[in-house]
């Protein structure tokens, strides 16, 4: 069975983002994983019933989303409004459609404090980043699923051979165990 990835839509071309654009990934391994049948595509924020375009949004105080899973931080909307419940809602959306489909990778739009696996914006609404990770990122790396960046493709490239790499020779293993 081939490893599958959970890709965020905005990835895919998409117009899910807040401001009702996509961000597509322009890289030549995307067009191969799409034809293997590799990709798994959702927006997090889109599957708990957000809608585009929507005010932008931010883990309020530097903190990370984490913090927002634990109940200690939270995301709110440039307008004041409190999305927490919707963010966590996306998050559990994406790790129930990632296990359905056998994700075992993620490839995530980094900053979003949905999707951003190395970076996430300070709550200011002033462009300031953080390190640390958004909603989903974490919900998916605390259930096993390893996540990388839109920046990290070459790095998931390589992830990918060890992991095809690795499963042939535990199947090897048991065909001479048998």
């Not at 081939?2 to 322009?26: E, F, N």
């Not at 599957?47 to 927002?68: F, H, K, L, N, Q």
């Not at 960046?149 to 065909?175: I, P």
């Amino acid at each position: 069975m081939t490893a599958k990835i959970l890709v965020s839509a905005c990835l895919m071309g998409h117009a899910v983002r807040y401001d009702g654009a996509a961000k597509p990934l322009s890289h030549p391994v995307i067009e191969r994983w799409r034809a293997e049948g590799r990709l798994v595509t959702l927006c997090p924020e889109m599957s708990a019933g957000m809608p585009v375009p929507r005010p932008p949004a931010e883990i309020d105080g530097g903190r990370t989303g984490a913090d927002v899973l634990s109940g200690t931080g939270r995301v709110v909307e440039k307008t004041g409004s409190d999305v927490s419940g919707a963010f966590r809602t996306g998050a559990e959306n994406a790790l129930s459609l990632a296990l359905a489909t056998n994700c075992r990778f993620a490839l995530l739009i980094d900053g979003s404090p949905s999707c951003g696996s190395s970076f996430v914006y300070d709550g200011s609404f002033n462009g300031e980043r953080v390190a640390g990770e958004g909603v989903t990122a974490v919900l998916l790396r605390q259930n096993g699923i390893e996540v990388f960046s839109d920046r990290e493709v070459e790095v998931l490239v390589e992830r990918l051979a060890g992991y095809s790499a690795a499963r042939l020779m535990r199947r090897a293993k048991v065909a001479v165990a048998l």
